[in-house]
């Protein structure tokens, strides 16, 4: 039967900016599975499985309900091990851990802060006033004041990809010459701010824009089938 993944969704339903959805929704490429996408707007997540999770992503495999995107990745890696391996091993978990660990803190920290106030602007009325309350009560500024000043922050942000660079011009991918699940985890906060942002992160010539071009197309390019922000 075809999983179902819940997906984050804007006000277009089918523009999905969710940077841990993304992660599972490659990691299901990676493994060749037949799934479907369901759009769910930040309101309506906890009605997902009667109050499953408070986050998405979350995917329905013929019942079988499992949420965060690290324990998807576990999950599909165990039950469909006859897939493609998205860890190559224990020793590859542990190299994903960390990788996600890195882009947690240092990836997506910089990124709220240099998108936030274009994350709001690309949903619904309901849900912008929910992500207002919630992302200003959490950072004691309004979102404009949050995002004021991105272009002078730009060049720290580019700065902290300094390891990820050096490491993509000498491999393909994060984990070596194909992707695994460490490299879908350091793609989705990329995608996020490619599908809810019209800021240009990096530049064309830089190894971790050309790394993420070849993410962009890898699965039948799954990722470029989003279109990017305007």
């Not at 207002?132 to 004021?148: D, N, V």
């Not at 991105?150 to 991918?173: I, V, W, Y």
Request: proline share 6%; hydrophobic share 40%; net charge negative.
């Amino acid at each position: 039967m075809t999983i179902t993944l819940y997906d984050l969704c804007a006000r277009d339903t089918a523009r999905r900016f969710s940077p841990h959805c993304w992660k599972a929704r490659m990691a299901l490429a990676h493994k060749g599975l037949d799934y479907e996408t369901r759009p769910v707007p930040f309101t309506k997540i906890r009605d997902i499985g009667k109050g499953f999770s408070p986050t998405v992503p979350v995917i329905d495999d013929n019942g079988t309900l499992i949420r965060d995107s690290f324990d998807i990745a576990l999950y599909l890696e165990e039950k469909y091990p006859d897939r493609p391996s998205l860890f190559l091993g224990k020793g590859g978990e542990a190299h994903a851990r960390f990788v996600e660990s890195w882009a947690l803190t240092t990836i997506h920290t910089a990124l709220t802060e240099l998108i936030v106030k274009d994350i709001h602007d690309v949903l619904d009325e309901e849900n912008q006033a929910y992500f207002r309350e919630s992302r200003e009560k959490r950072f004691g500024r309004s979102l404009e004041e949050i995002q004021s000043g991105r272009d002078e922050r730009l060049g720290n942000f580019r700065e902290s990809l300094t390891p990820l660079r050096h490491m993509l011009a000498r491999q393909g991918f994060i984990g070596g010459e194909a992707p695994l699940f460490a490299d879908y985890v350091v793609f989705g906060p990329l995608q996020w701010a490619r599908v809810a942002s019209p800021l240009k992160l990096l530049a064309e010539d830089d190894p971790v824009s050309l790394w993420f071009e070849r993410c962009l197309d890898l699965h039948e390019g799954t990722g470029r089938q989003m279109p990017a922000a305007a």
